[in-house]
């Protein structure tokens, strides 16, 4: 049995598991079963720097060319920057639809929310004043932004020493590889124990009053990824849907449960490489990127929330409105981590440049776990999707 159908197992046994275990068998999940989960979460997070780090000096120095560099990372910033903007249309387009909030009445206190940082805060954080100190934070951005630093420098010495720092970070990087091989062989545990407890906690009876915003977001995250991602993949990629969603099977399935597309990552460079055939030079440069940059499924979450809140408080949303948002996320998805929780931030940023109440956060705030599970799956997707396309294009 593949690792993907013991994880999708694991995924039925843990819904069906926290259904029976219910409220009142919480405790248990989270004193006894939530901890193993988060073990297999550290340990996921554990190889995140080793591997951006070093994949990142290995895919650029591979490249041998700053032509070459120059032309791949224009080629990913504009692919990832296209597709978000027709996720948060499709966002738009599916809840016009179905109408998420209509006749449902806010209630609850919107939570405390941090606030989006500005372009201008995203490009100065992007610079390291200690590269130590942003991998021991596991700051992505940063940490790319050094990558690319060393591997330039790199390929500016002479052949002979070139020669040895490289052998050093692809030797590194293939221990990391090494490594997540051996914590993936526990994702199905892992999956099992993180899943529990959230879906004893939010049982249907929480999720029944908010339940059109839940399938809304499902139709468009499957819309988005089956038409635009294996659309372009087939068309620019020249590889089959099945045989693109049988290479990210796992890492999807990784991504839905964890909420991170950082967490996914190892996973993502691992099965993009050895399922998918994309090089290592361009999986190495575009995947730890679109990590970071590339959010889809925020993006579809974000046009799906601003009509939802929009409806809730009885407010038409005008064409210019619509565009704003578009925009106005377009950009943000720059400045947000592929950390849980991290759409909210964005998503306040779109409700404040609008006009919408804020206080409609305490209603997506109750469900942002579920949807943030659709979400992350997309947002890591569309990495794979980059990739192969890229590939494939180096290649000709």
């Known amino acids: 049995m593949s690792l993907s159908i013991q994880i999708l197992f694991a995924l039925i046994l843990a819904v069906i598991a926290g ?25 996921i997070k554990m190889m995140i720097v080793p591997v951006v780090f070093t994949s990142l000096i290995v895919g650029m120095t591979s490249l041998g060319d700053t032509k070459k560099l120059g032309r791949i990372g224009l080629k990913t910033v504009v692919f990832y920057l296209c597709t978000t903007a027709v996720a948060i249309v499709i966002g738009f387009a599916v809840a016009g639809i179905t109408e998420p909030g209509v006749g449902l009445a806010i209630a609850g206190k919107a939570p405390a929310v941090k606030a989006a940082p500005s372009f201008m805060e995203v490009l100065v954080g992007m ?10 934070k596991a700051q992505i951005l940063p940490i790319i ?3 690319l630093f060393i591997g ?47 879906v004893a906690k939010n049982g249907p009876a929480v999720l029944l009053p908010l339940i059109s915003v839940i399938i809304t977001m499902a139709i468009a995250c499957v819309l988005h990824t089956t038409i635009v991602y294996s659309g372009l993949v087939s068309m620019l990629a020249k590889m089959s849907p099945m045989k693109f969603f049988h290479g990210a099977s796992e890492h999807m399935l990784v991504a839905f ?24 030079e361009v999986a190495s440069f575009v995947l730890p990127l679109g990590a ?37 996320g377009t950009l943000a998805s720059i400045g947000t981590a592929g950390v849980p929780g991290a759409g909210l931030i964005m998503l306040a940023m779109v409700l404040q440049s609008v006009g919408l109440p804020l206080e409609g956060l305490a209603l997506v705030a109750g469900i942002d776990r579920v949807l943030d599970m659709m979400r992350t799956c997309v947002n890591v997707t569309g990495d794979t999707a980059a990739a192969c396309i890229i590939d494939d294009g180096e290649k000709e």
């Open 19 to 43: 259904l029976g275990a219910g409220t009142e068998g919480l405790p248990f999940c989270n004193a006894w079963i939530a901890p193993i989960g988060k073990i297999f979460v550290n340990l």
């Open 292 to 328: 970071t940059i590339n959010m889809d499924g925020t993006a579809i979450y974000m046009g799906i929330c601003s009509l939802f809140i929009a409806n809730v408080f009885g407010i038409h949303l005008t064409m210019n409105q619509m565009m704003m948002i578009v925009l106005t």
């Open 145 to 147: 932004v050094f990558a």
């Open 152 to 198: 330039y420098g790199i390929l500016q010495v002479e052949p002979e020493r070139q020669k040895i720092v490289v052998g050093f970070f692809d030797a590194c990087a293939e221990v990391c590889y090494k490594v997540v091989a051996v914590v993936m062989s526990f994702a199905p545990v892992g999956v099992f124990c993180l899943l529990v407890p959230v």
């Open 257 to 280: 449960t964890t909420c991170s597309s950082a967490a996914a990552l190892p996973i993502n460079m691992k099965n993009t490489q050895e399922k998918l055939g994309v090089s290592r």
């Open 127 to 136: 610079i390291p004043t200690n590269p130590l100190e942003s991998m021991v």
